[in-house]
């Protein structure tokens, strides 16, 4: 009785975006229609809400019912992929190991993509000199009748006026979008051949992503909204381009959550495939997925299959007394259960997190727990903290609940006879890793290992995501794995492995930025692998964990159980050992595994 039907949703009745999937399912249920996300992404009050629906219900009396085709895929679920459609996966009860690995496509029948005539097809090229992209802007001309708008995403023009991987860039870039006529498209074309890589490293990779995702956010506000494509070719997996590209992919596979009406496509073609039969295929709306894969003009994509791994397997990589393992994100979460699992071969542990621990103050405080009943908490709170700059402050409750947690880890593990150490660092920090991680050597003499498992969450649809939203998202991931891996690799490093997500492969509503996080810190460590000799480079692609960590969340069981799919979650003391097993077992040559 007191919600008026002028209350915005967000700001009056504090309903997050991660809790609209779970309403959209309830009014599915309710009045028998299909929603869409896209259907409920602008509405911002009670009444908009009640109008959607009411349209919703008209539209669904007028139409007839129709039913699937017996051999038709059903509808995506946000949970299951077996490759880069939104196509589905059969959920079984047991745990599966699934990697990740390139299968050839057969033929389809077309259905080719229209466009209005005169509408704009914005094409985001690296330099006015790329070749690609002229032949792309001319064929996109010829083929839709469109307006072309060609920007020079790398500032090889107009004095970088809209070089995606500055602020300034990224907004002129995204206010012209906006501005356009008419936009149905945006294409971002990317062609090797430089002697050197055009991105530097993984906070050029971070910027250009950040600014590409304005872009993107620009298109998706266009009424005329119809298709957004990103054209890669000649450059190998181990480049910072080839590492961006997948971070759009992912980009994507989130975004074709939210806006189910509108095409989305990544497609990497090598110098023997006729560019103009690849975006014929991509732009075709009889084909679902999202990411297309050219050699010598055939047409693959990635699929995950079911490979067990064999218990008789020999061990590639050994980890034993005295060896020093590095572990980001570590203190908590399921990277505690982790290290847990690595007690019986008694390794030296560093666990990184961005906790400042007053040590004395904390186990002070869990002494007196053990003995007493009264709230000791306020002894955390004595001392005052800076506030990093790019981080948002703690409030004291959280803060010194963070402390209290690190202090009860390191304990017990020190308990299991680890020998433990706490340091407080951000991993996006460049500086304060390589302090940190010289400070380690400097102690123990040498980093056997990383493991990088920190990782933030900020989700929201793609309209209320903020630049800043995406790019710390995407920092603490994938520059966070970057500023780790220069750090150690001259102290004597044997394998780093990450914690990816799920997401990376198959998108998820609302975390758009999650999803490019993972992609692409999950093809860094790719990179790693094949060109680094003697390193190990996995990244392990978790699903939702039960127990602890981010997926713990009562909005996440409830979207998951009206999915039926609560038995997706695992928990995380069984993820521990899975983790372990894939470290020990693995073929190094699979350095994705789900």
């Known amino acids: 009785d007191e919600i008026e039907p002028q209350m915005d949703i967000r700001q009056d009745l504090a309903i997050r975006s991660s809790r609209l999937p779970v309403i959209m399912d309830d009014v599915e249920r309710q009045f028998e229609i299909t929603v869409n996300v896209e259907d409920f992404i602008d509405l911002r009050t009670v009444q908009e809400i009640a109008d959607c629906i009411e349209g919703l219900a008209t539209q669904s009396e007028t139409k007839p019912s129709t039913l699937p085709a017996p051999d038709s895929p059903p509808q995506t679920d946000p949970m299951n992929v077996t490759d880069e459609s939104t196509g589905n996966i059969r959920q079984e009860e047991s745990i599966k190991r699934l990697v990740l690995e390139e299968v050839g496509l057969p033929p389809v029948a077309t259905k080719p993509l229209t466009l209005v005539p005169d509408q704009t097809v914005a094409v985001l090229r690296m330099s006015p000199q790329s070749v690609l992209a002229a032949d792309v802007s001319r064929h996109l001309e010829s083929r839709f009748e469109a307006r072309l708008l060609e920007l020079d995403c790398l500032g090889k023009e107009k004095n970088g006026m809209y070089d995606l991987r500055t602020a300034q860039g990224a907004q002129n870039a995204a206010q012209i979008l906006k501005e356009a006529h008419s936009l149905a498209g945006l294409v971002l074309v990317m062609e090797g051949g430089e002697p050197e890589s055009v991105l530097s490293g993984a906070e050029d990779i971070t910027a250009f992503m950040t600014g590409f995702f304005s872009c993107l956010k620009s298109l998706m506000g266009s009424k005329n909204k119809v298709f957004c494509l990103s054209l890669f070719k000649g450059f190998q997996d181990h480049t910072p381009e080839a590492v961006a590209g997948e971070g759009i992919l992912g980009m994507f596979l989130g975004a074709a959550h939210e806006y189910a009406s509108v095409l989305f496509r990544s497609v990497t073609i090598d110098d023997r495939t006729d560019f103009e039969r690849a975006l014929d295929r991509a732009l075709d709306k009889e084909n679902s997925l999202i990411q297309l894969i050219y050699h010598d003009q055939e047409a693959f994509s990635i699929n995950a299959s079911q490979v067990p791994l064999s218990p008789t397997s020999e061990s590639g990589l050994e980890i034993g007394a005295g060896d020093v393992v590095v572990i980001s994100g570590g203190a908590k979460g399921v990277t505690n259960r982790i290290v847990r699992t690595l007690a019986p071969f008694k390794p030296r542990i560093v666990l990184l997190g961005r906790t400042e621990l007053d040590p004395d103050r904390a186990y002070g405080t869990l002494r007196d727990r053990r003995g007493s009943t009264g709230n000791t908490m306020p002894r955390l709170s004595n001392k005052k903290r800076p506030v990093v700059k790019g981080q948002e402050p703690e409030d004291g409750a959280s803060n010194n609940q963070s402390e209290l947690d690190i202090a009860r880890s390191v304990s017990r593990l020190a308990a299991m006879g680890l020998k433990v150490s706490y340091y407080c660092c951000d991993v996006a920090d460049p500086q304060k890793v390589t302090q940190t991680l010289s400070q380690v050597e400097k102690e123990f003499d040498r980093i056997d290992g990383i493991i990088h498992g920190a990782g933030i969450i900020k989700d929201g649809f793609m309209e209320f995501m903020t630049p800043e939203d995406f790019e710390r998202v995407v920092a603490v991931k994938l520059q966070g794995a970057w500023n780790l891996y220069n750090a150690a690799r001259d102290r004597g490093l044997r394998f780093f492995a990450a914690l990816s997500s799920l997401v990376a492969i198959q998108g998820n509503v609302g975390q758009v930025n999650y999803c490019a996080a993972n992609r692409s810190l999950s093809a860094l460590l790719r990179s790693w692998a094949t060109s680094q000799k003697g390193l190990v480079a996995k990244a392990l692609m978790l699903p939702p964990i039960k127990g602890t960590g981010m997926a713990d969340s009562p909005e996440v069981k409830e979207l ?35």
């Open 560 to 594: 998951m159980k009206l999915k039926g799919l609560s038995s997706a979650f695992v928990h995380a003391d069984d993820l521990a050992q899975l983790f372990c097993r894939e470290l020990f077992l693995g073929p190094h040559q699979q350095s994705w595994v789900a």
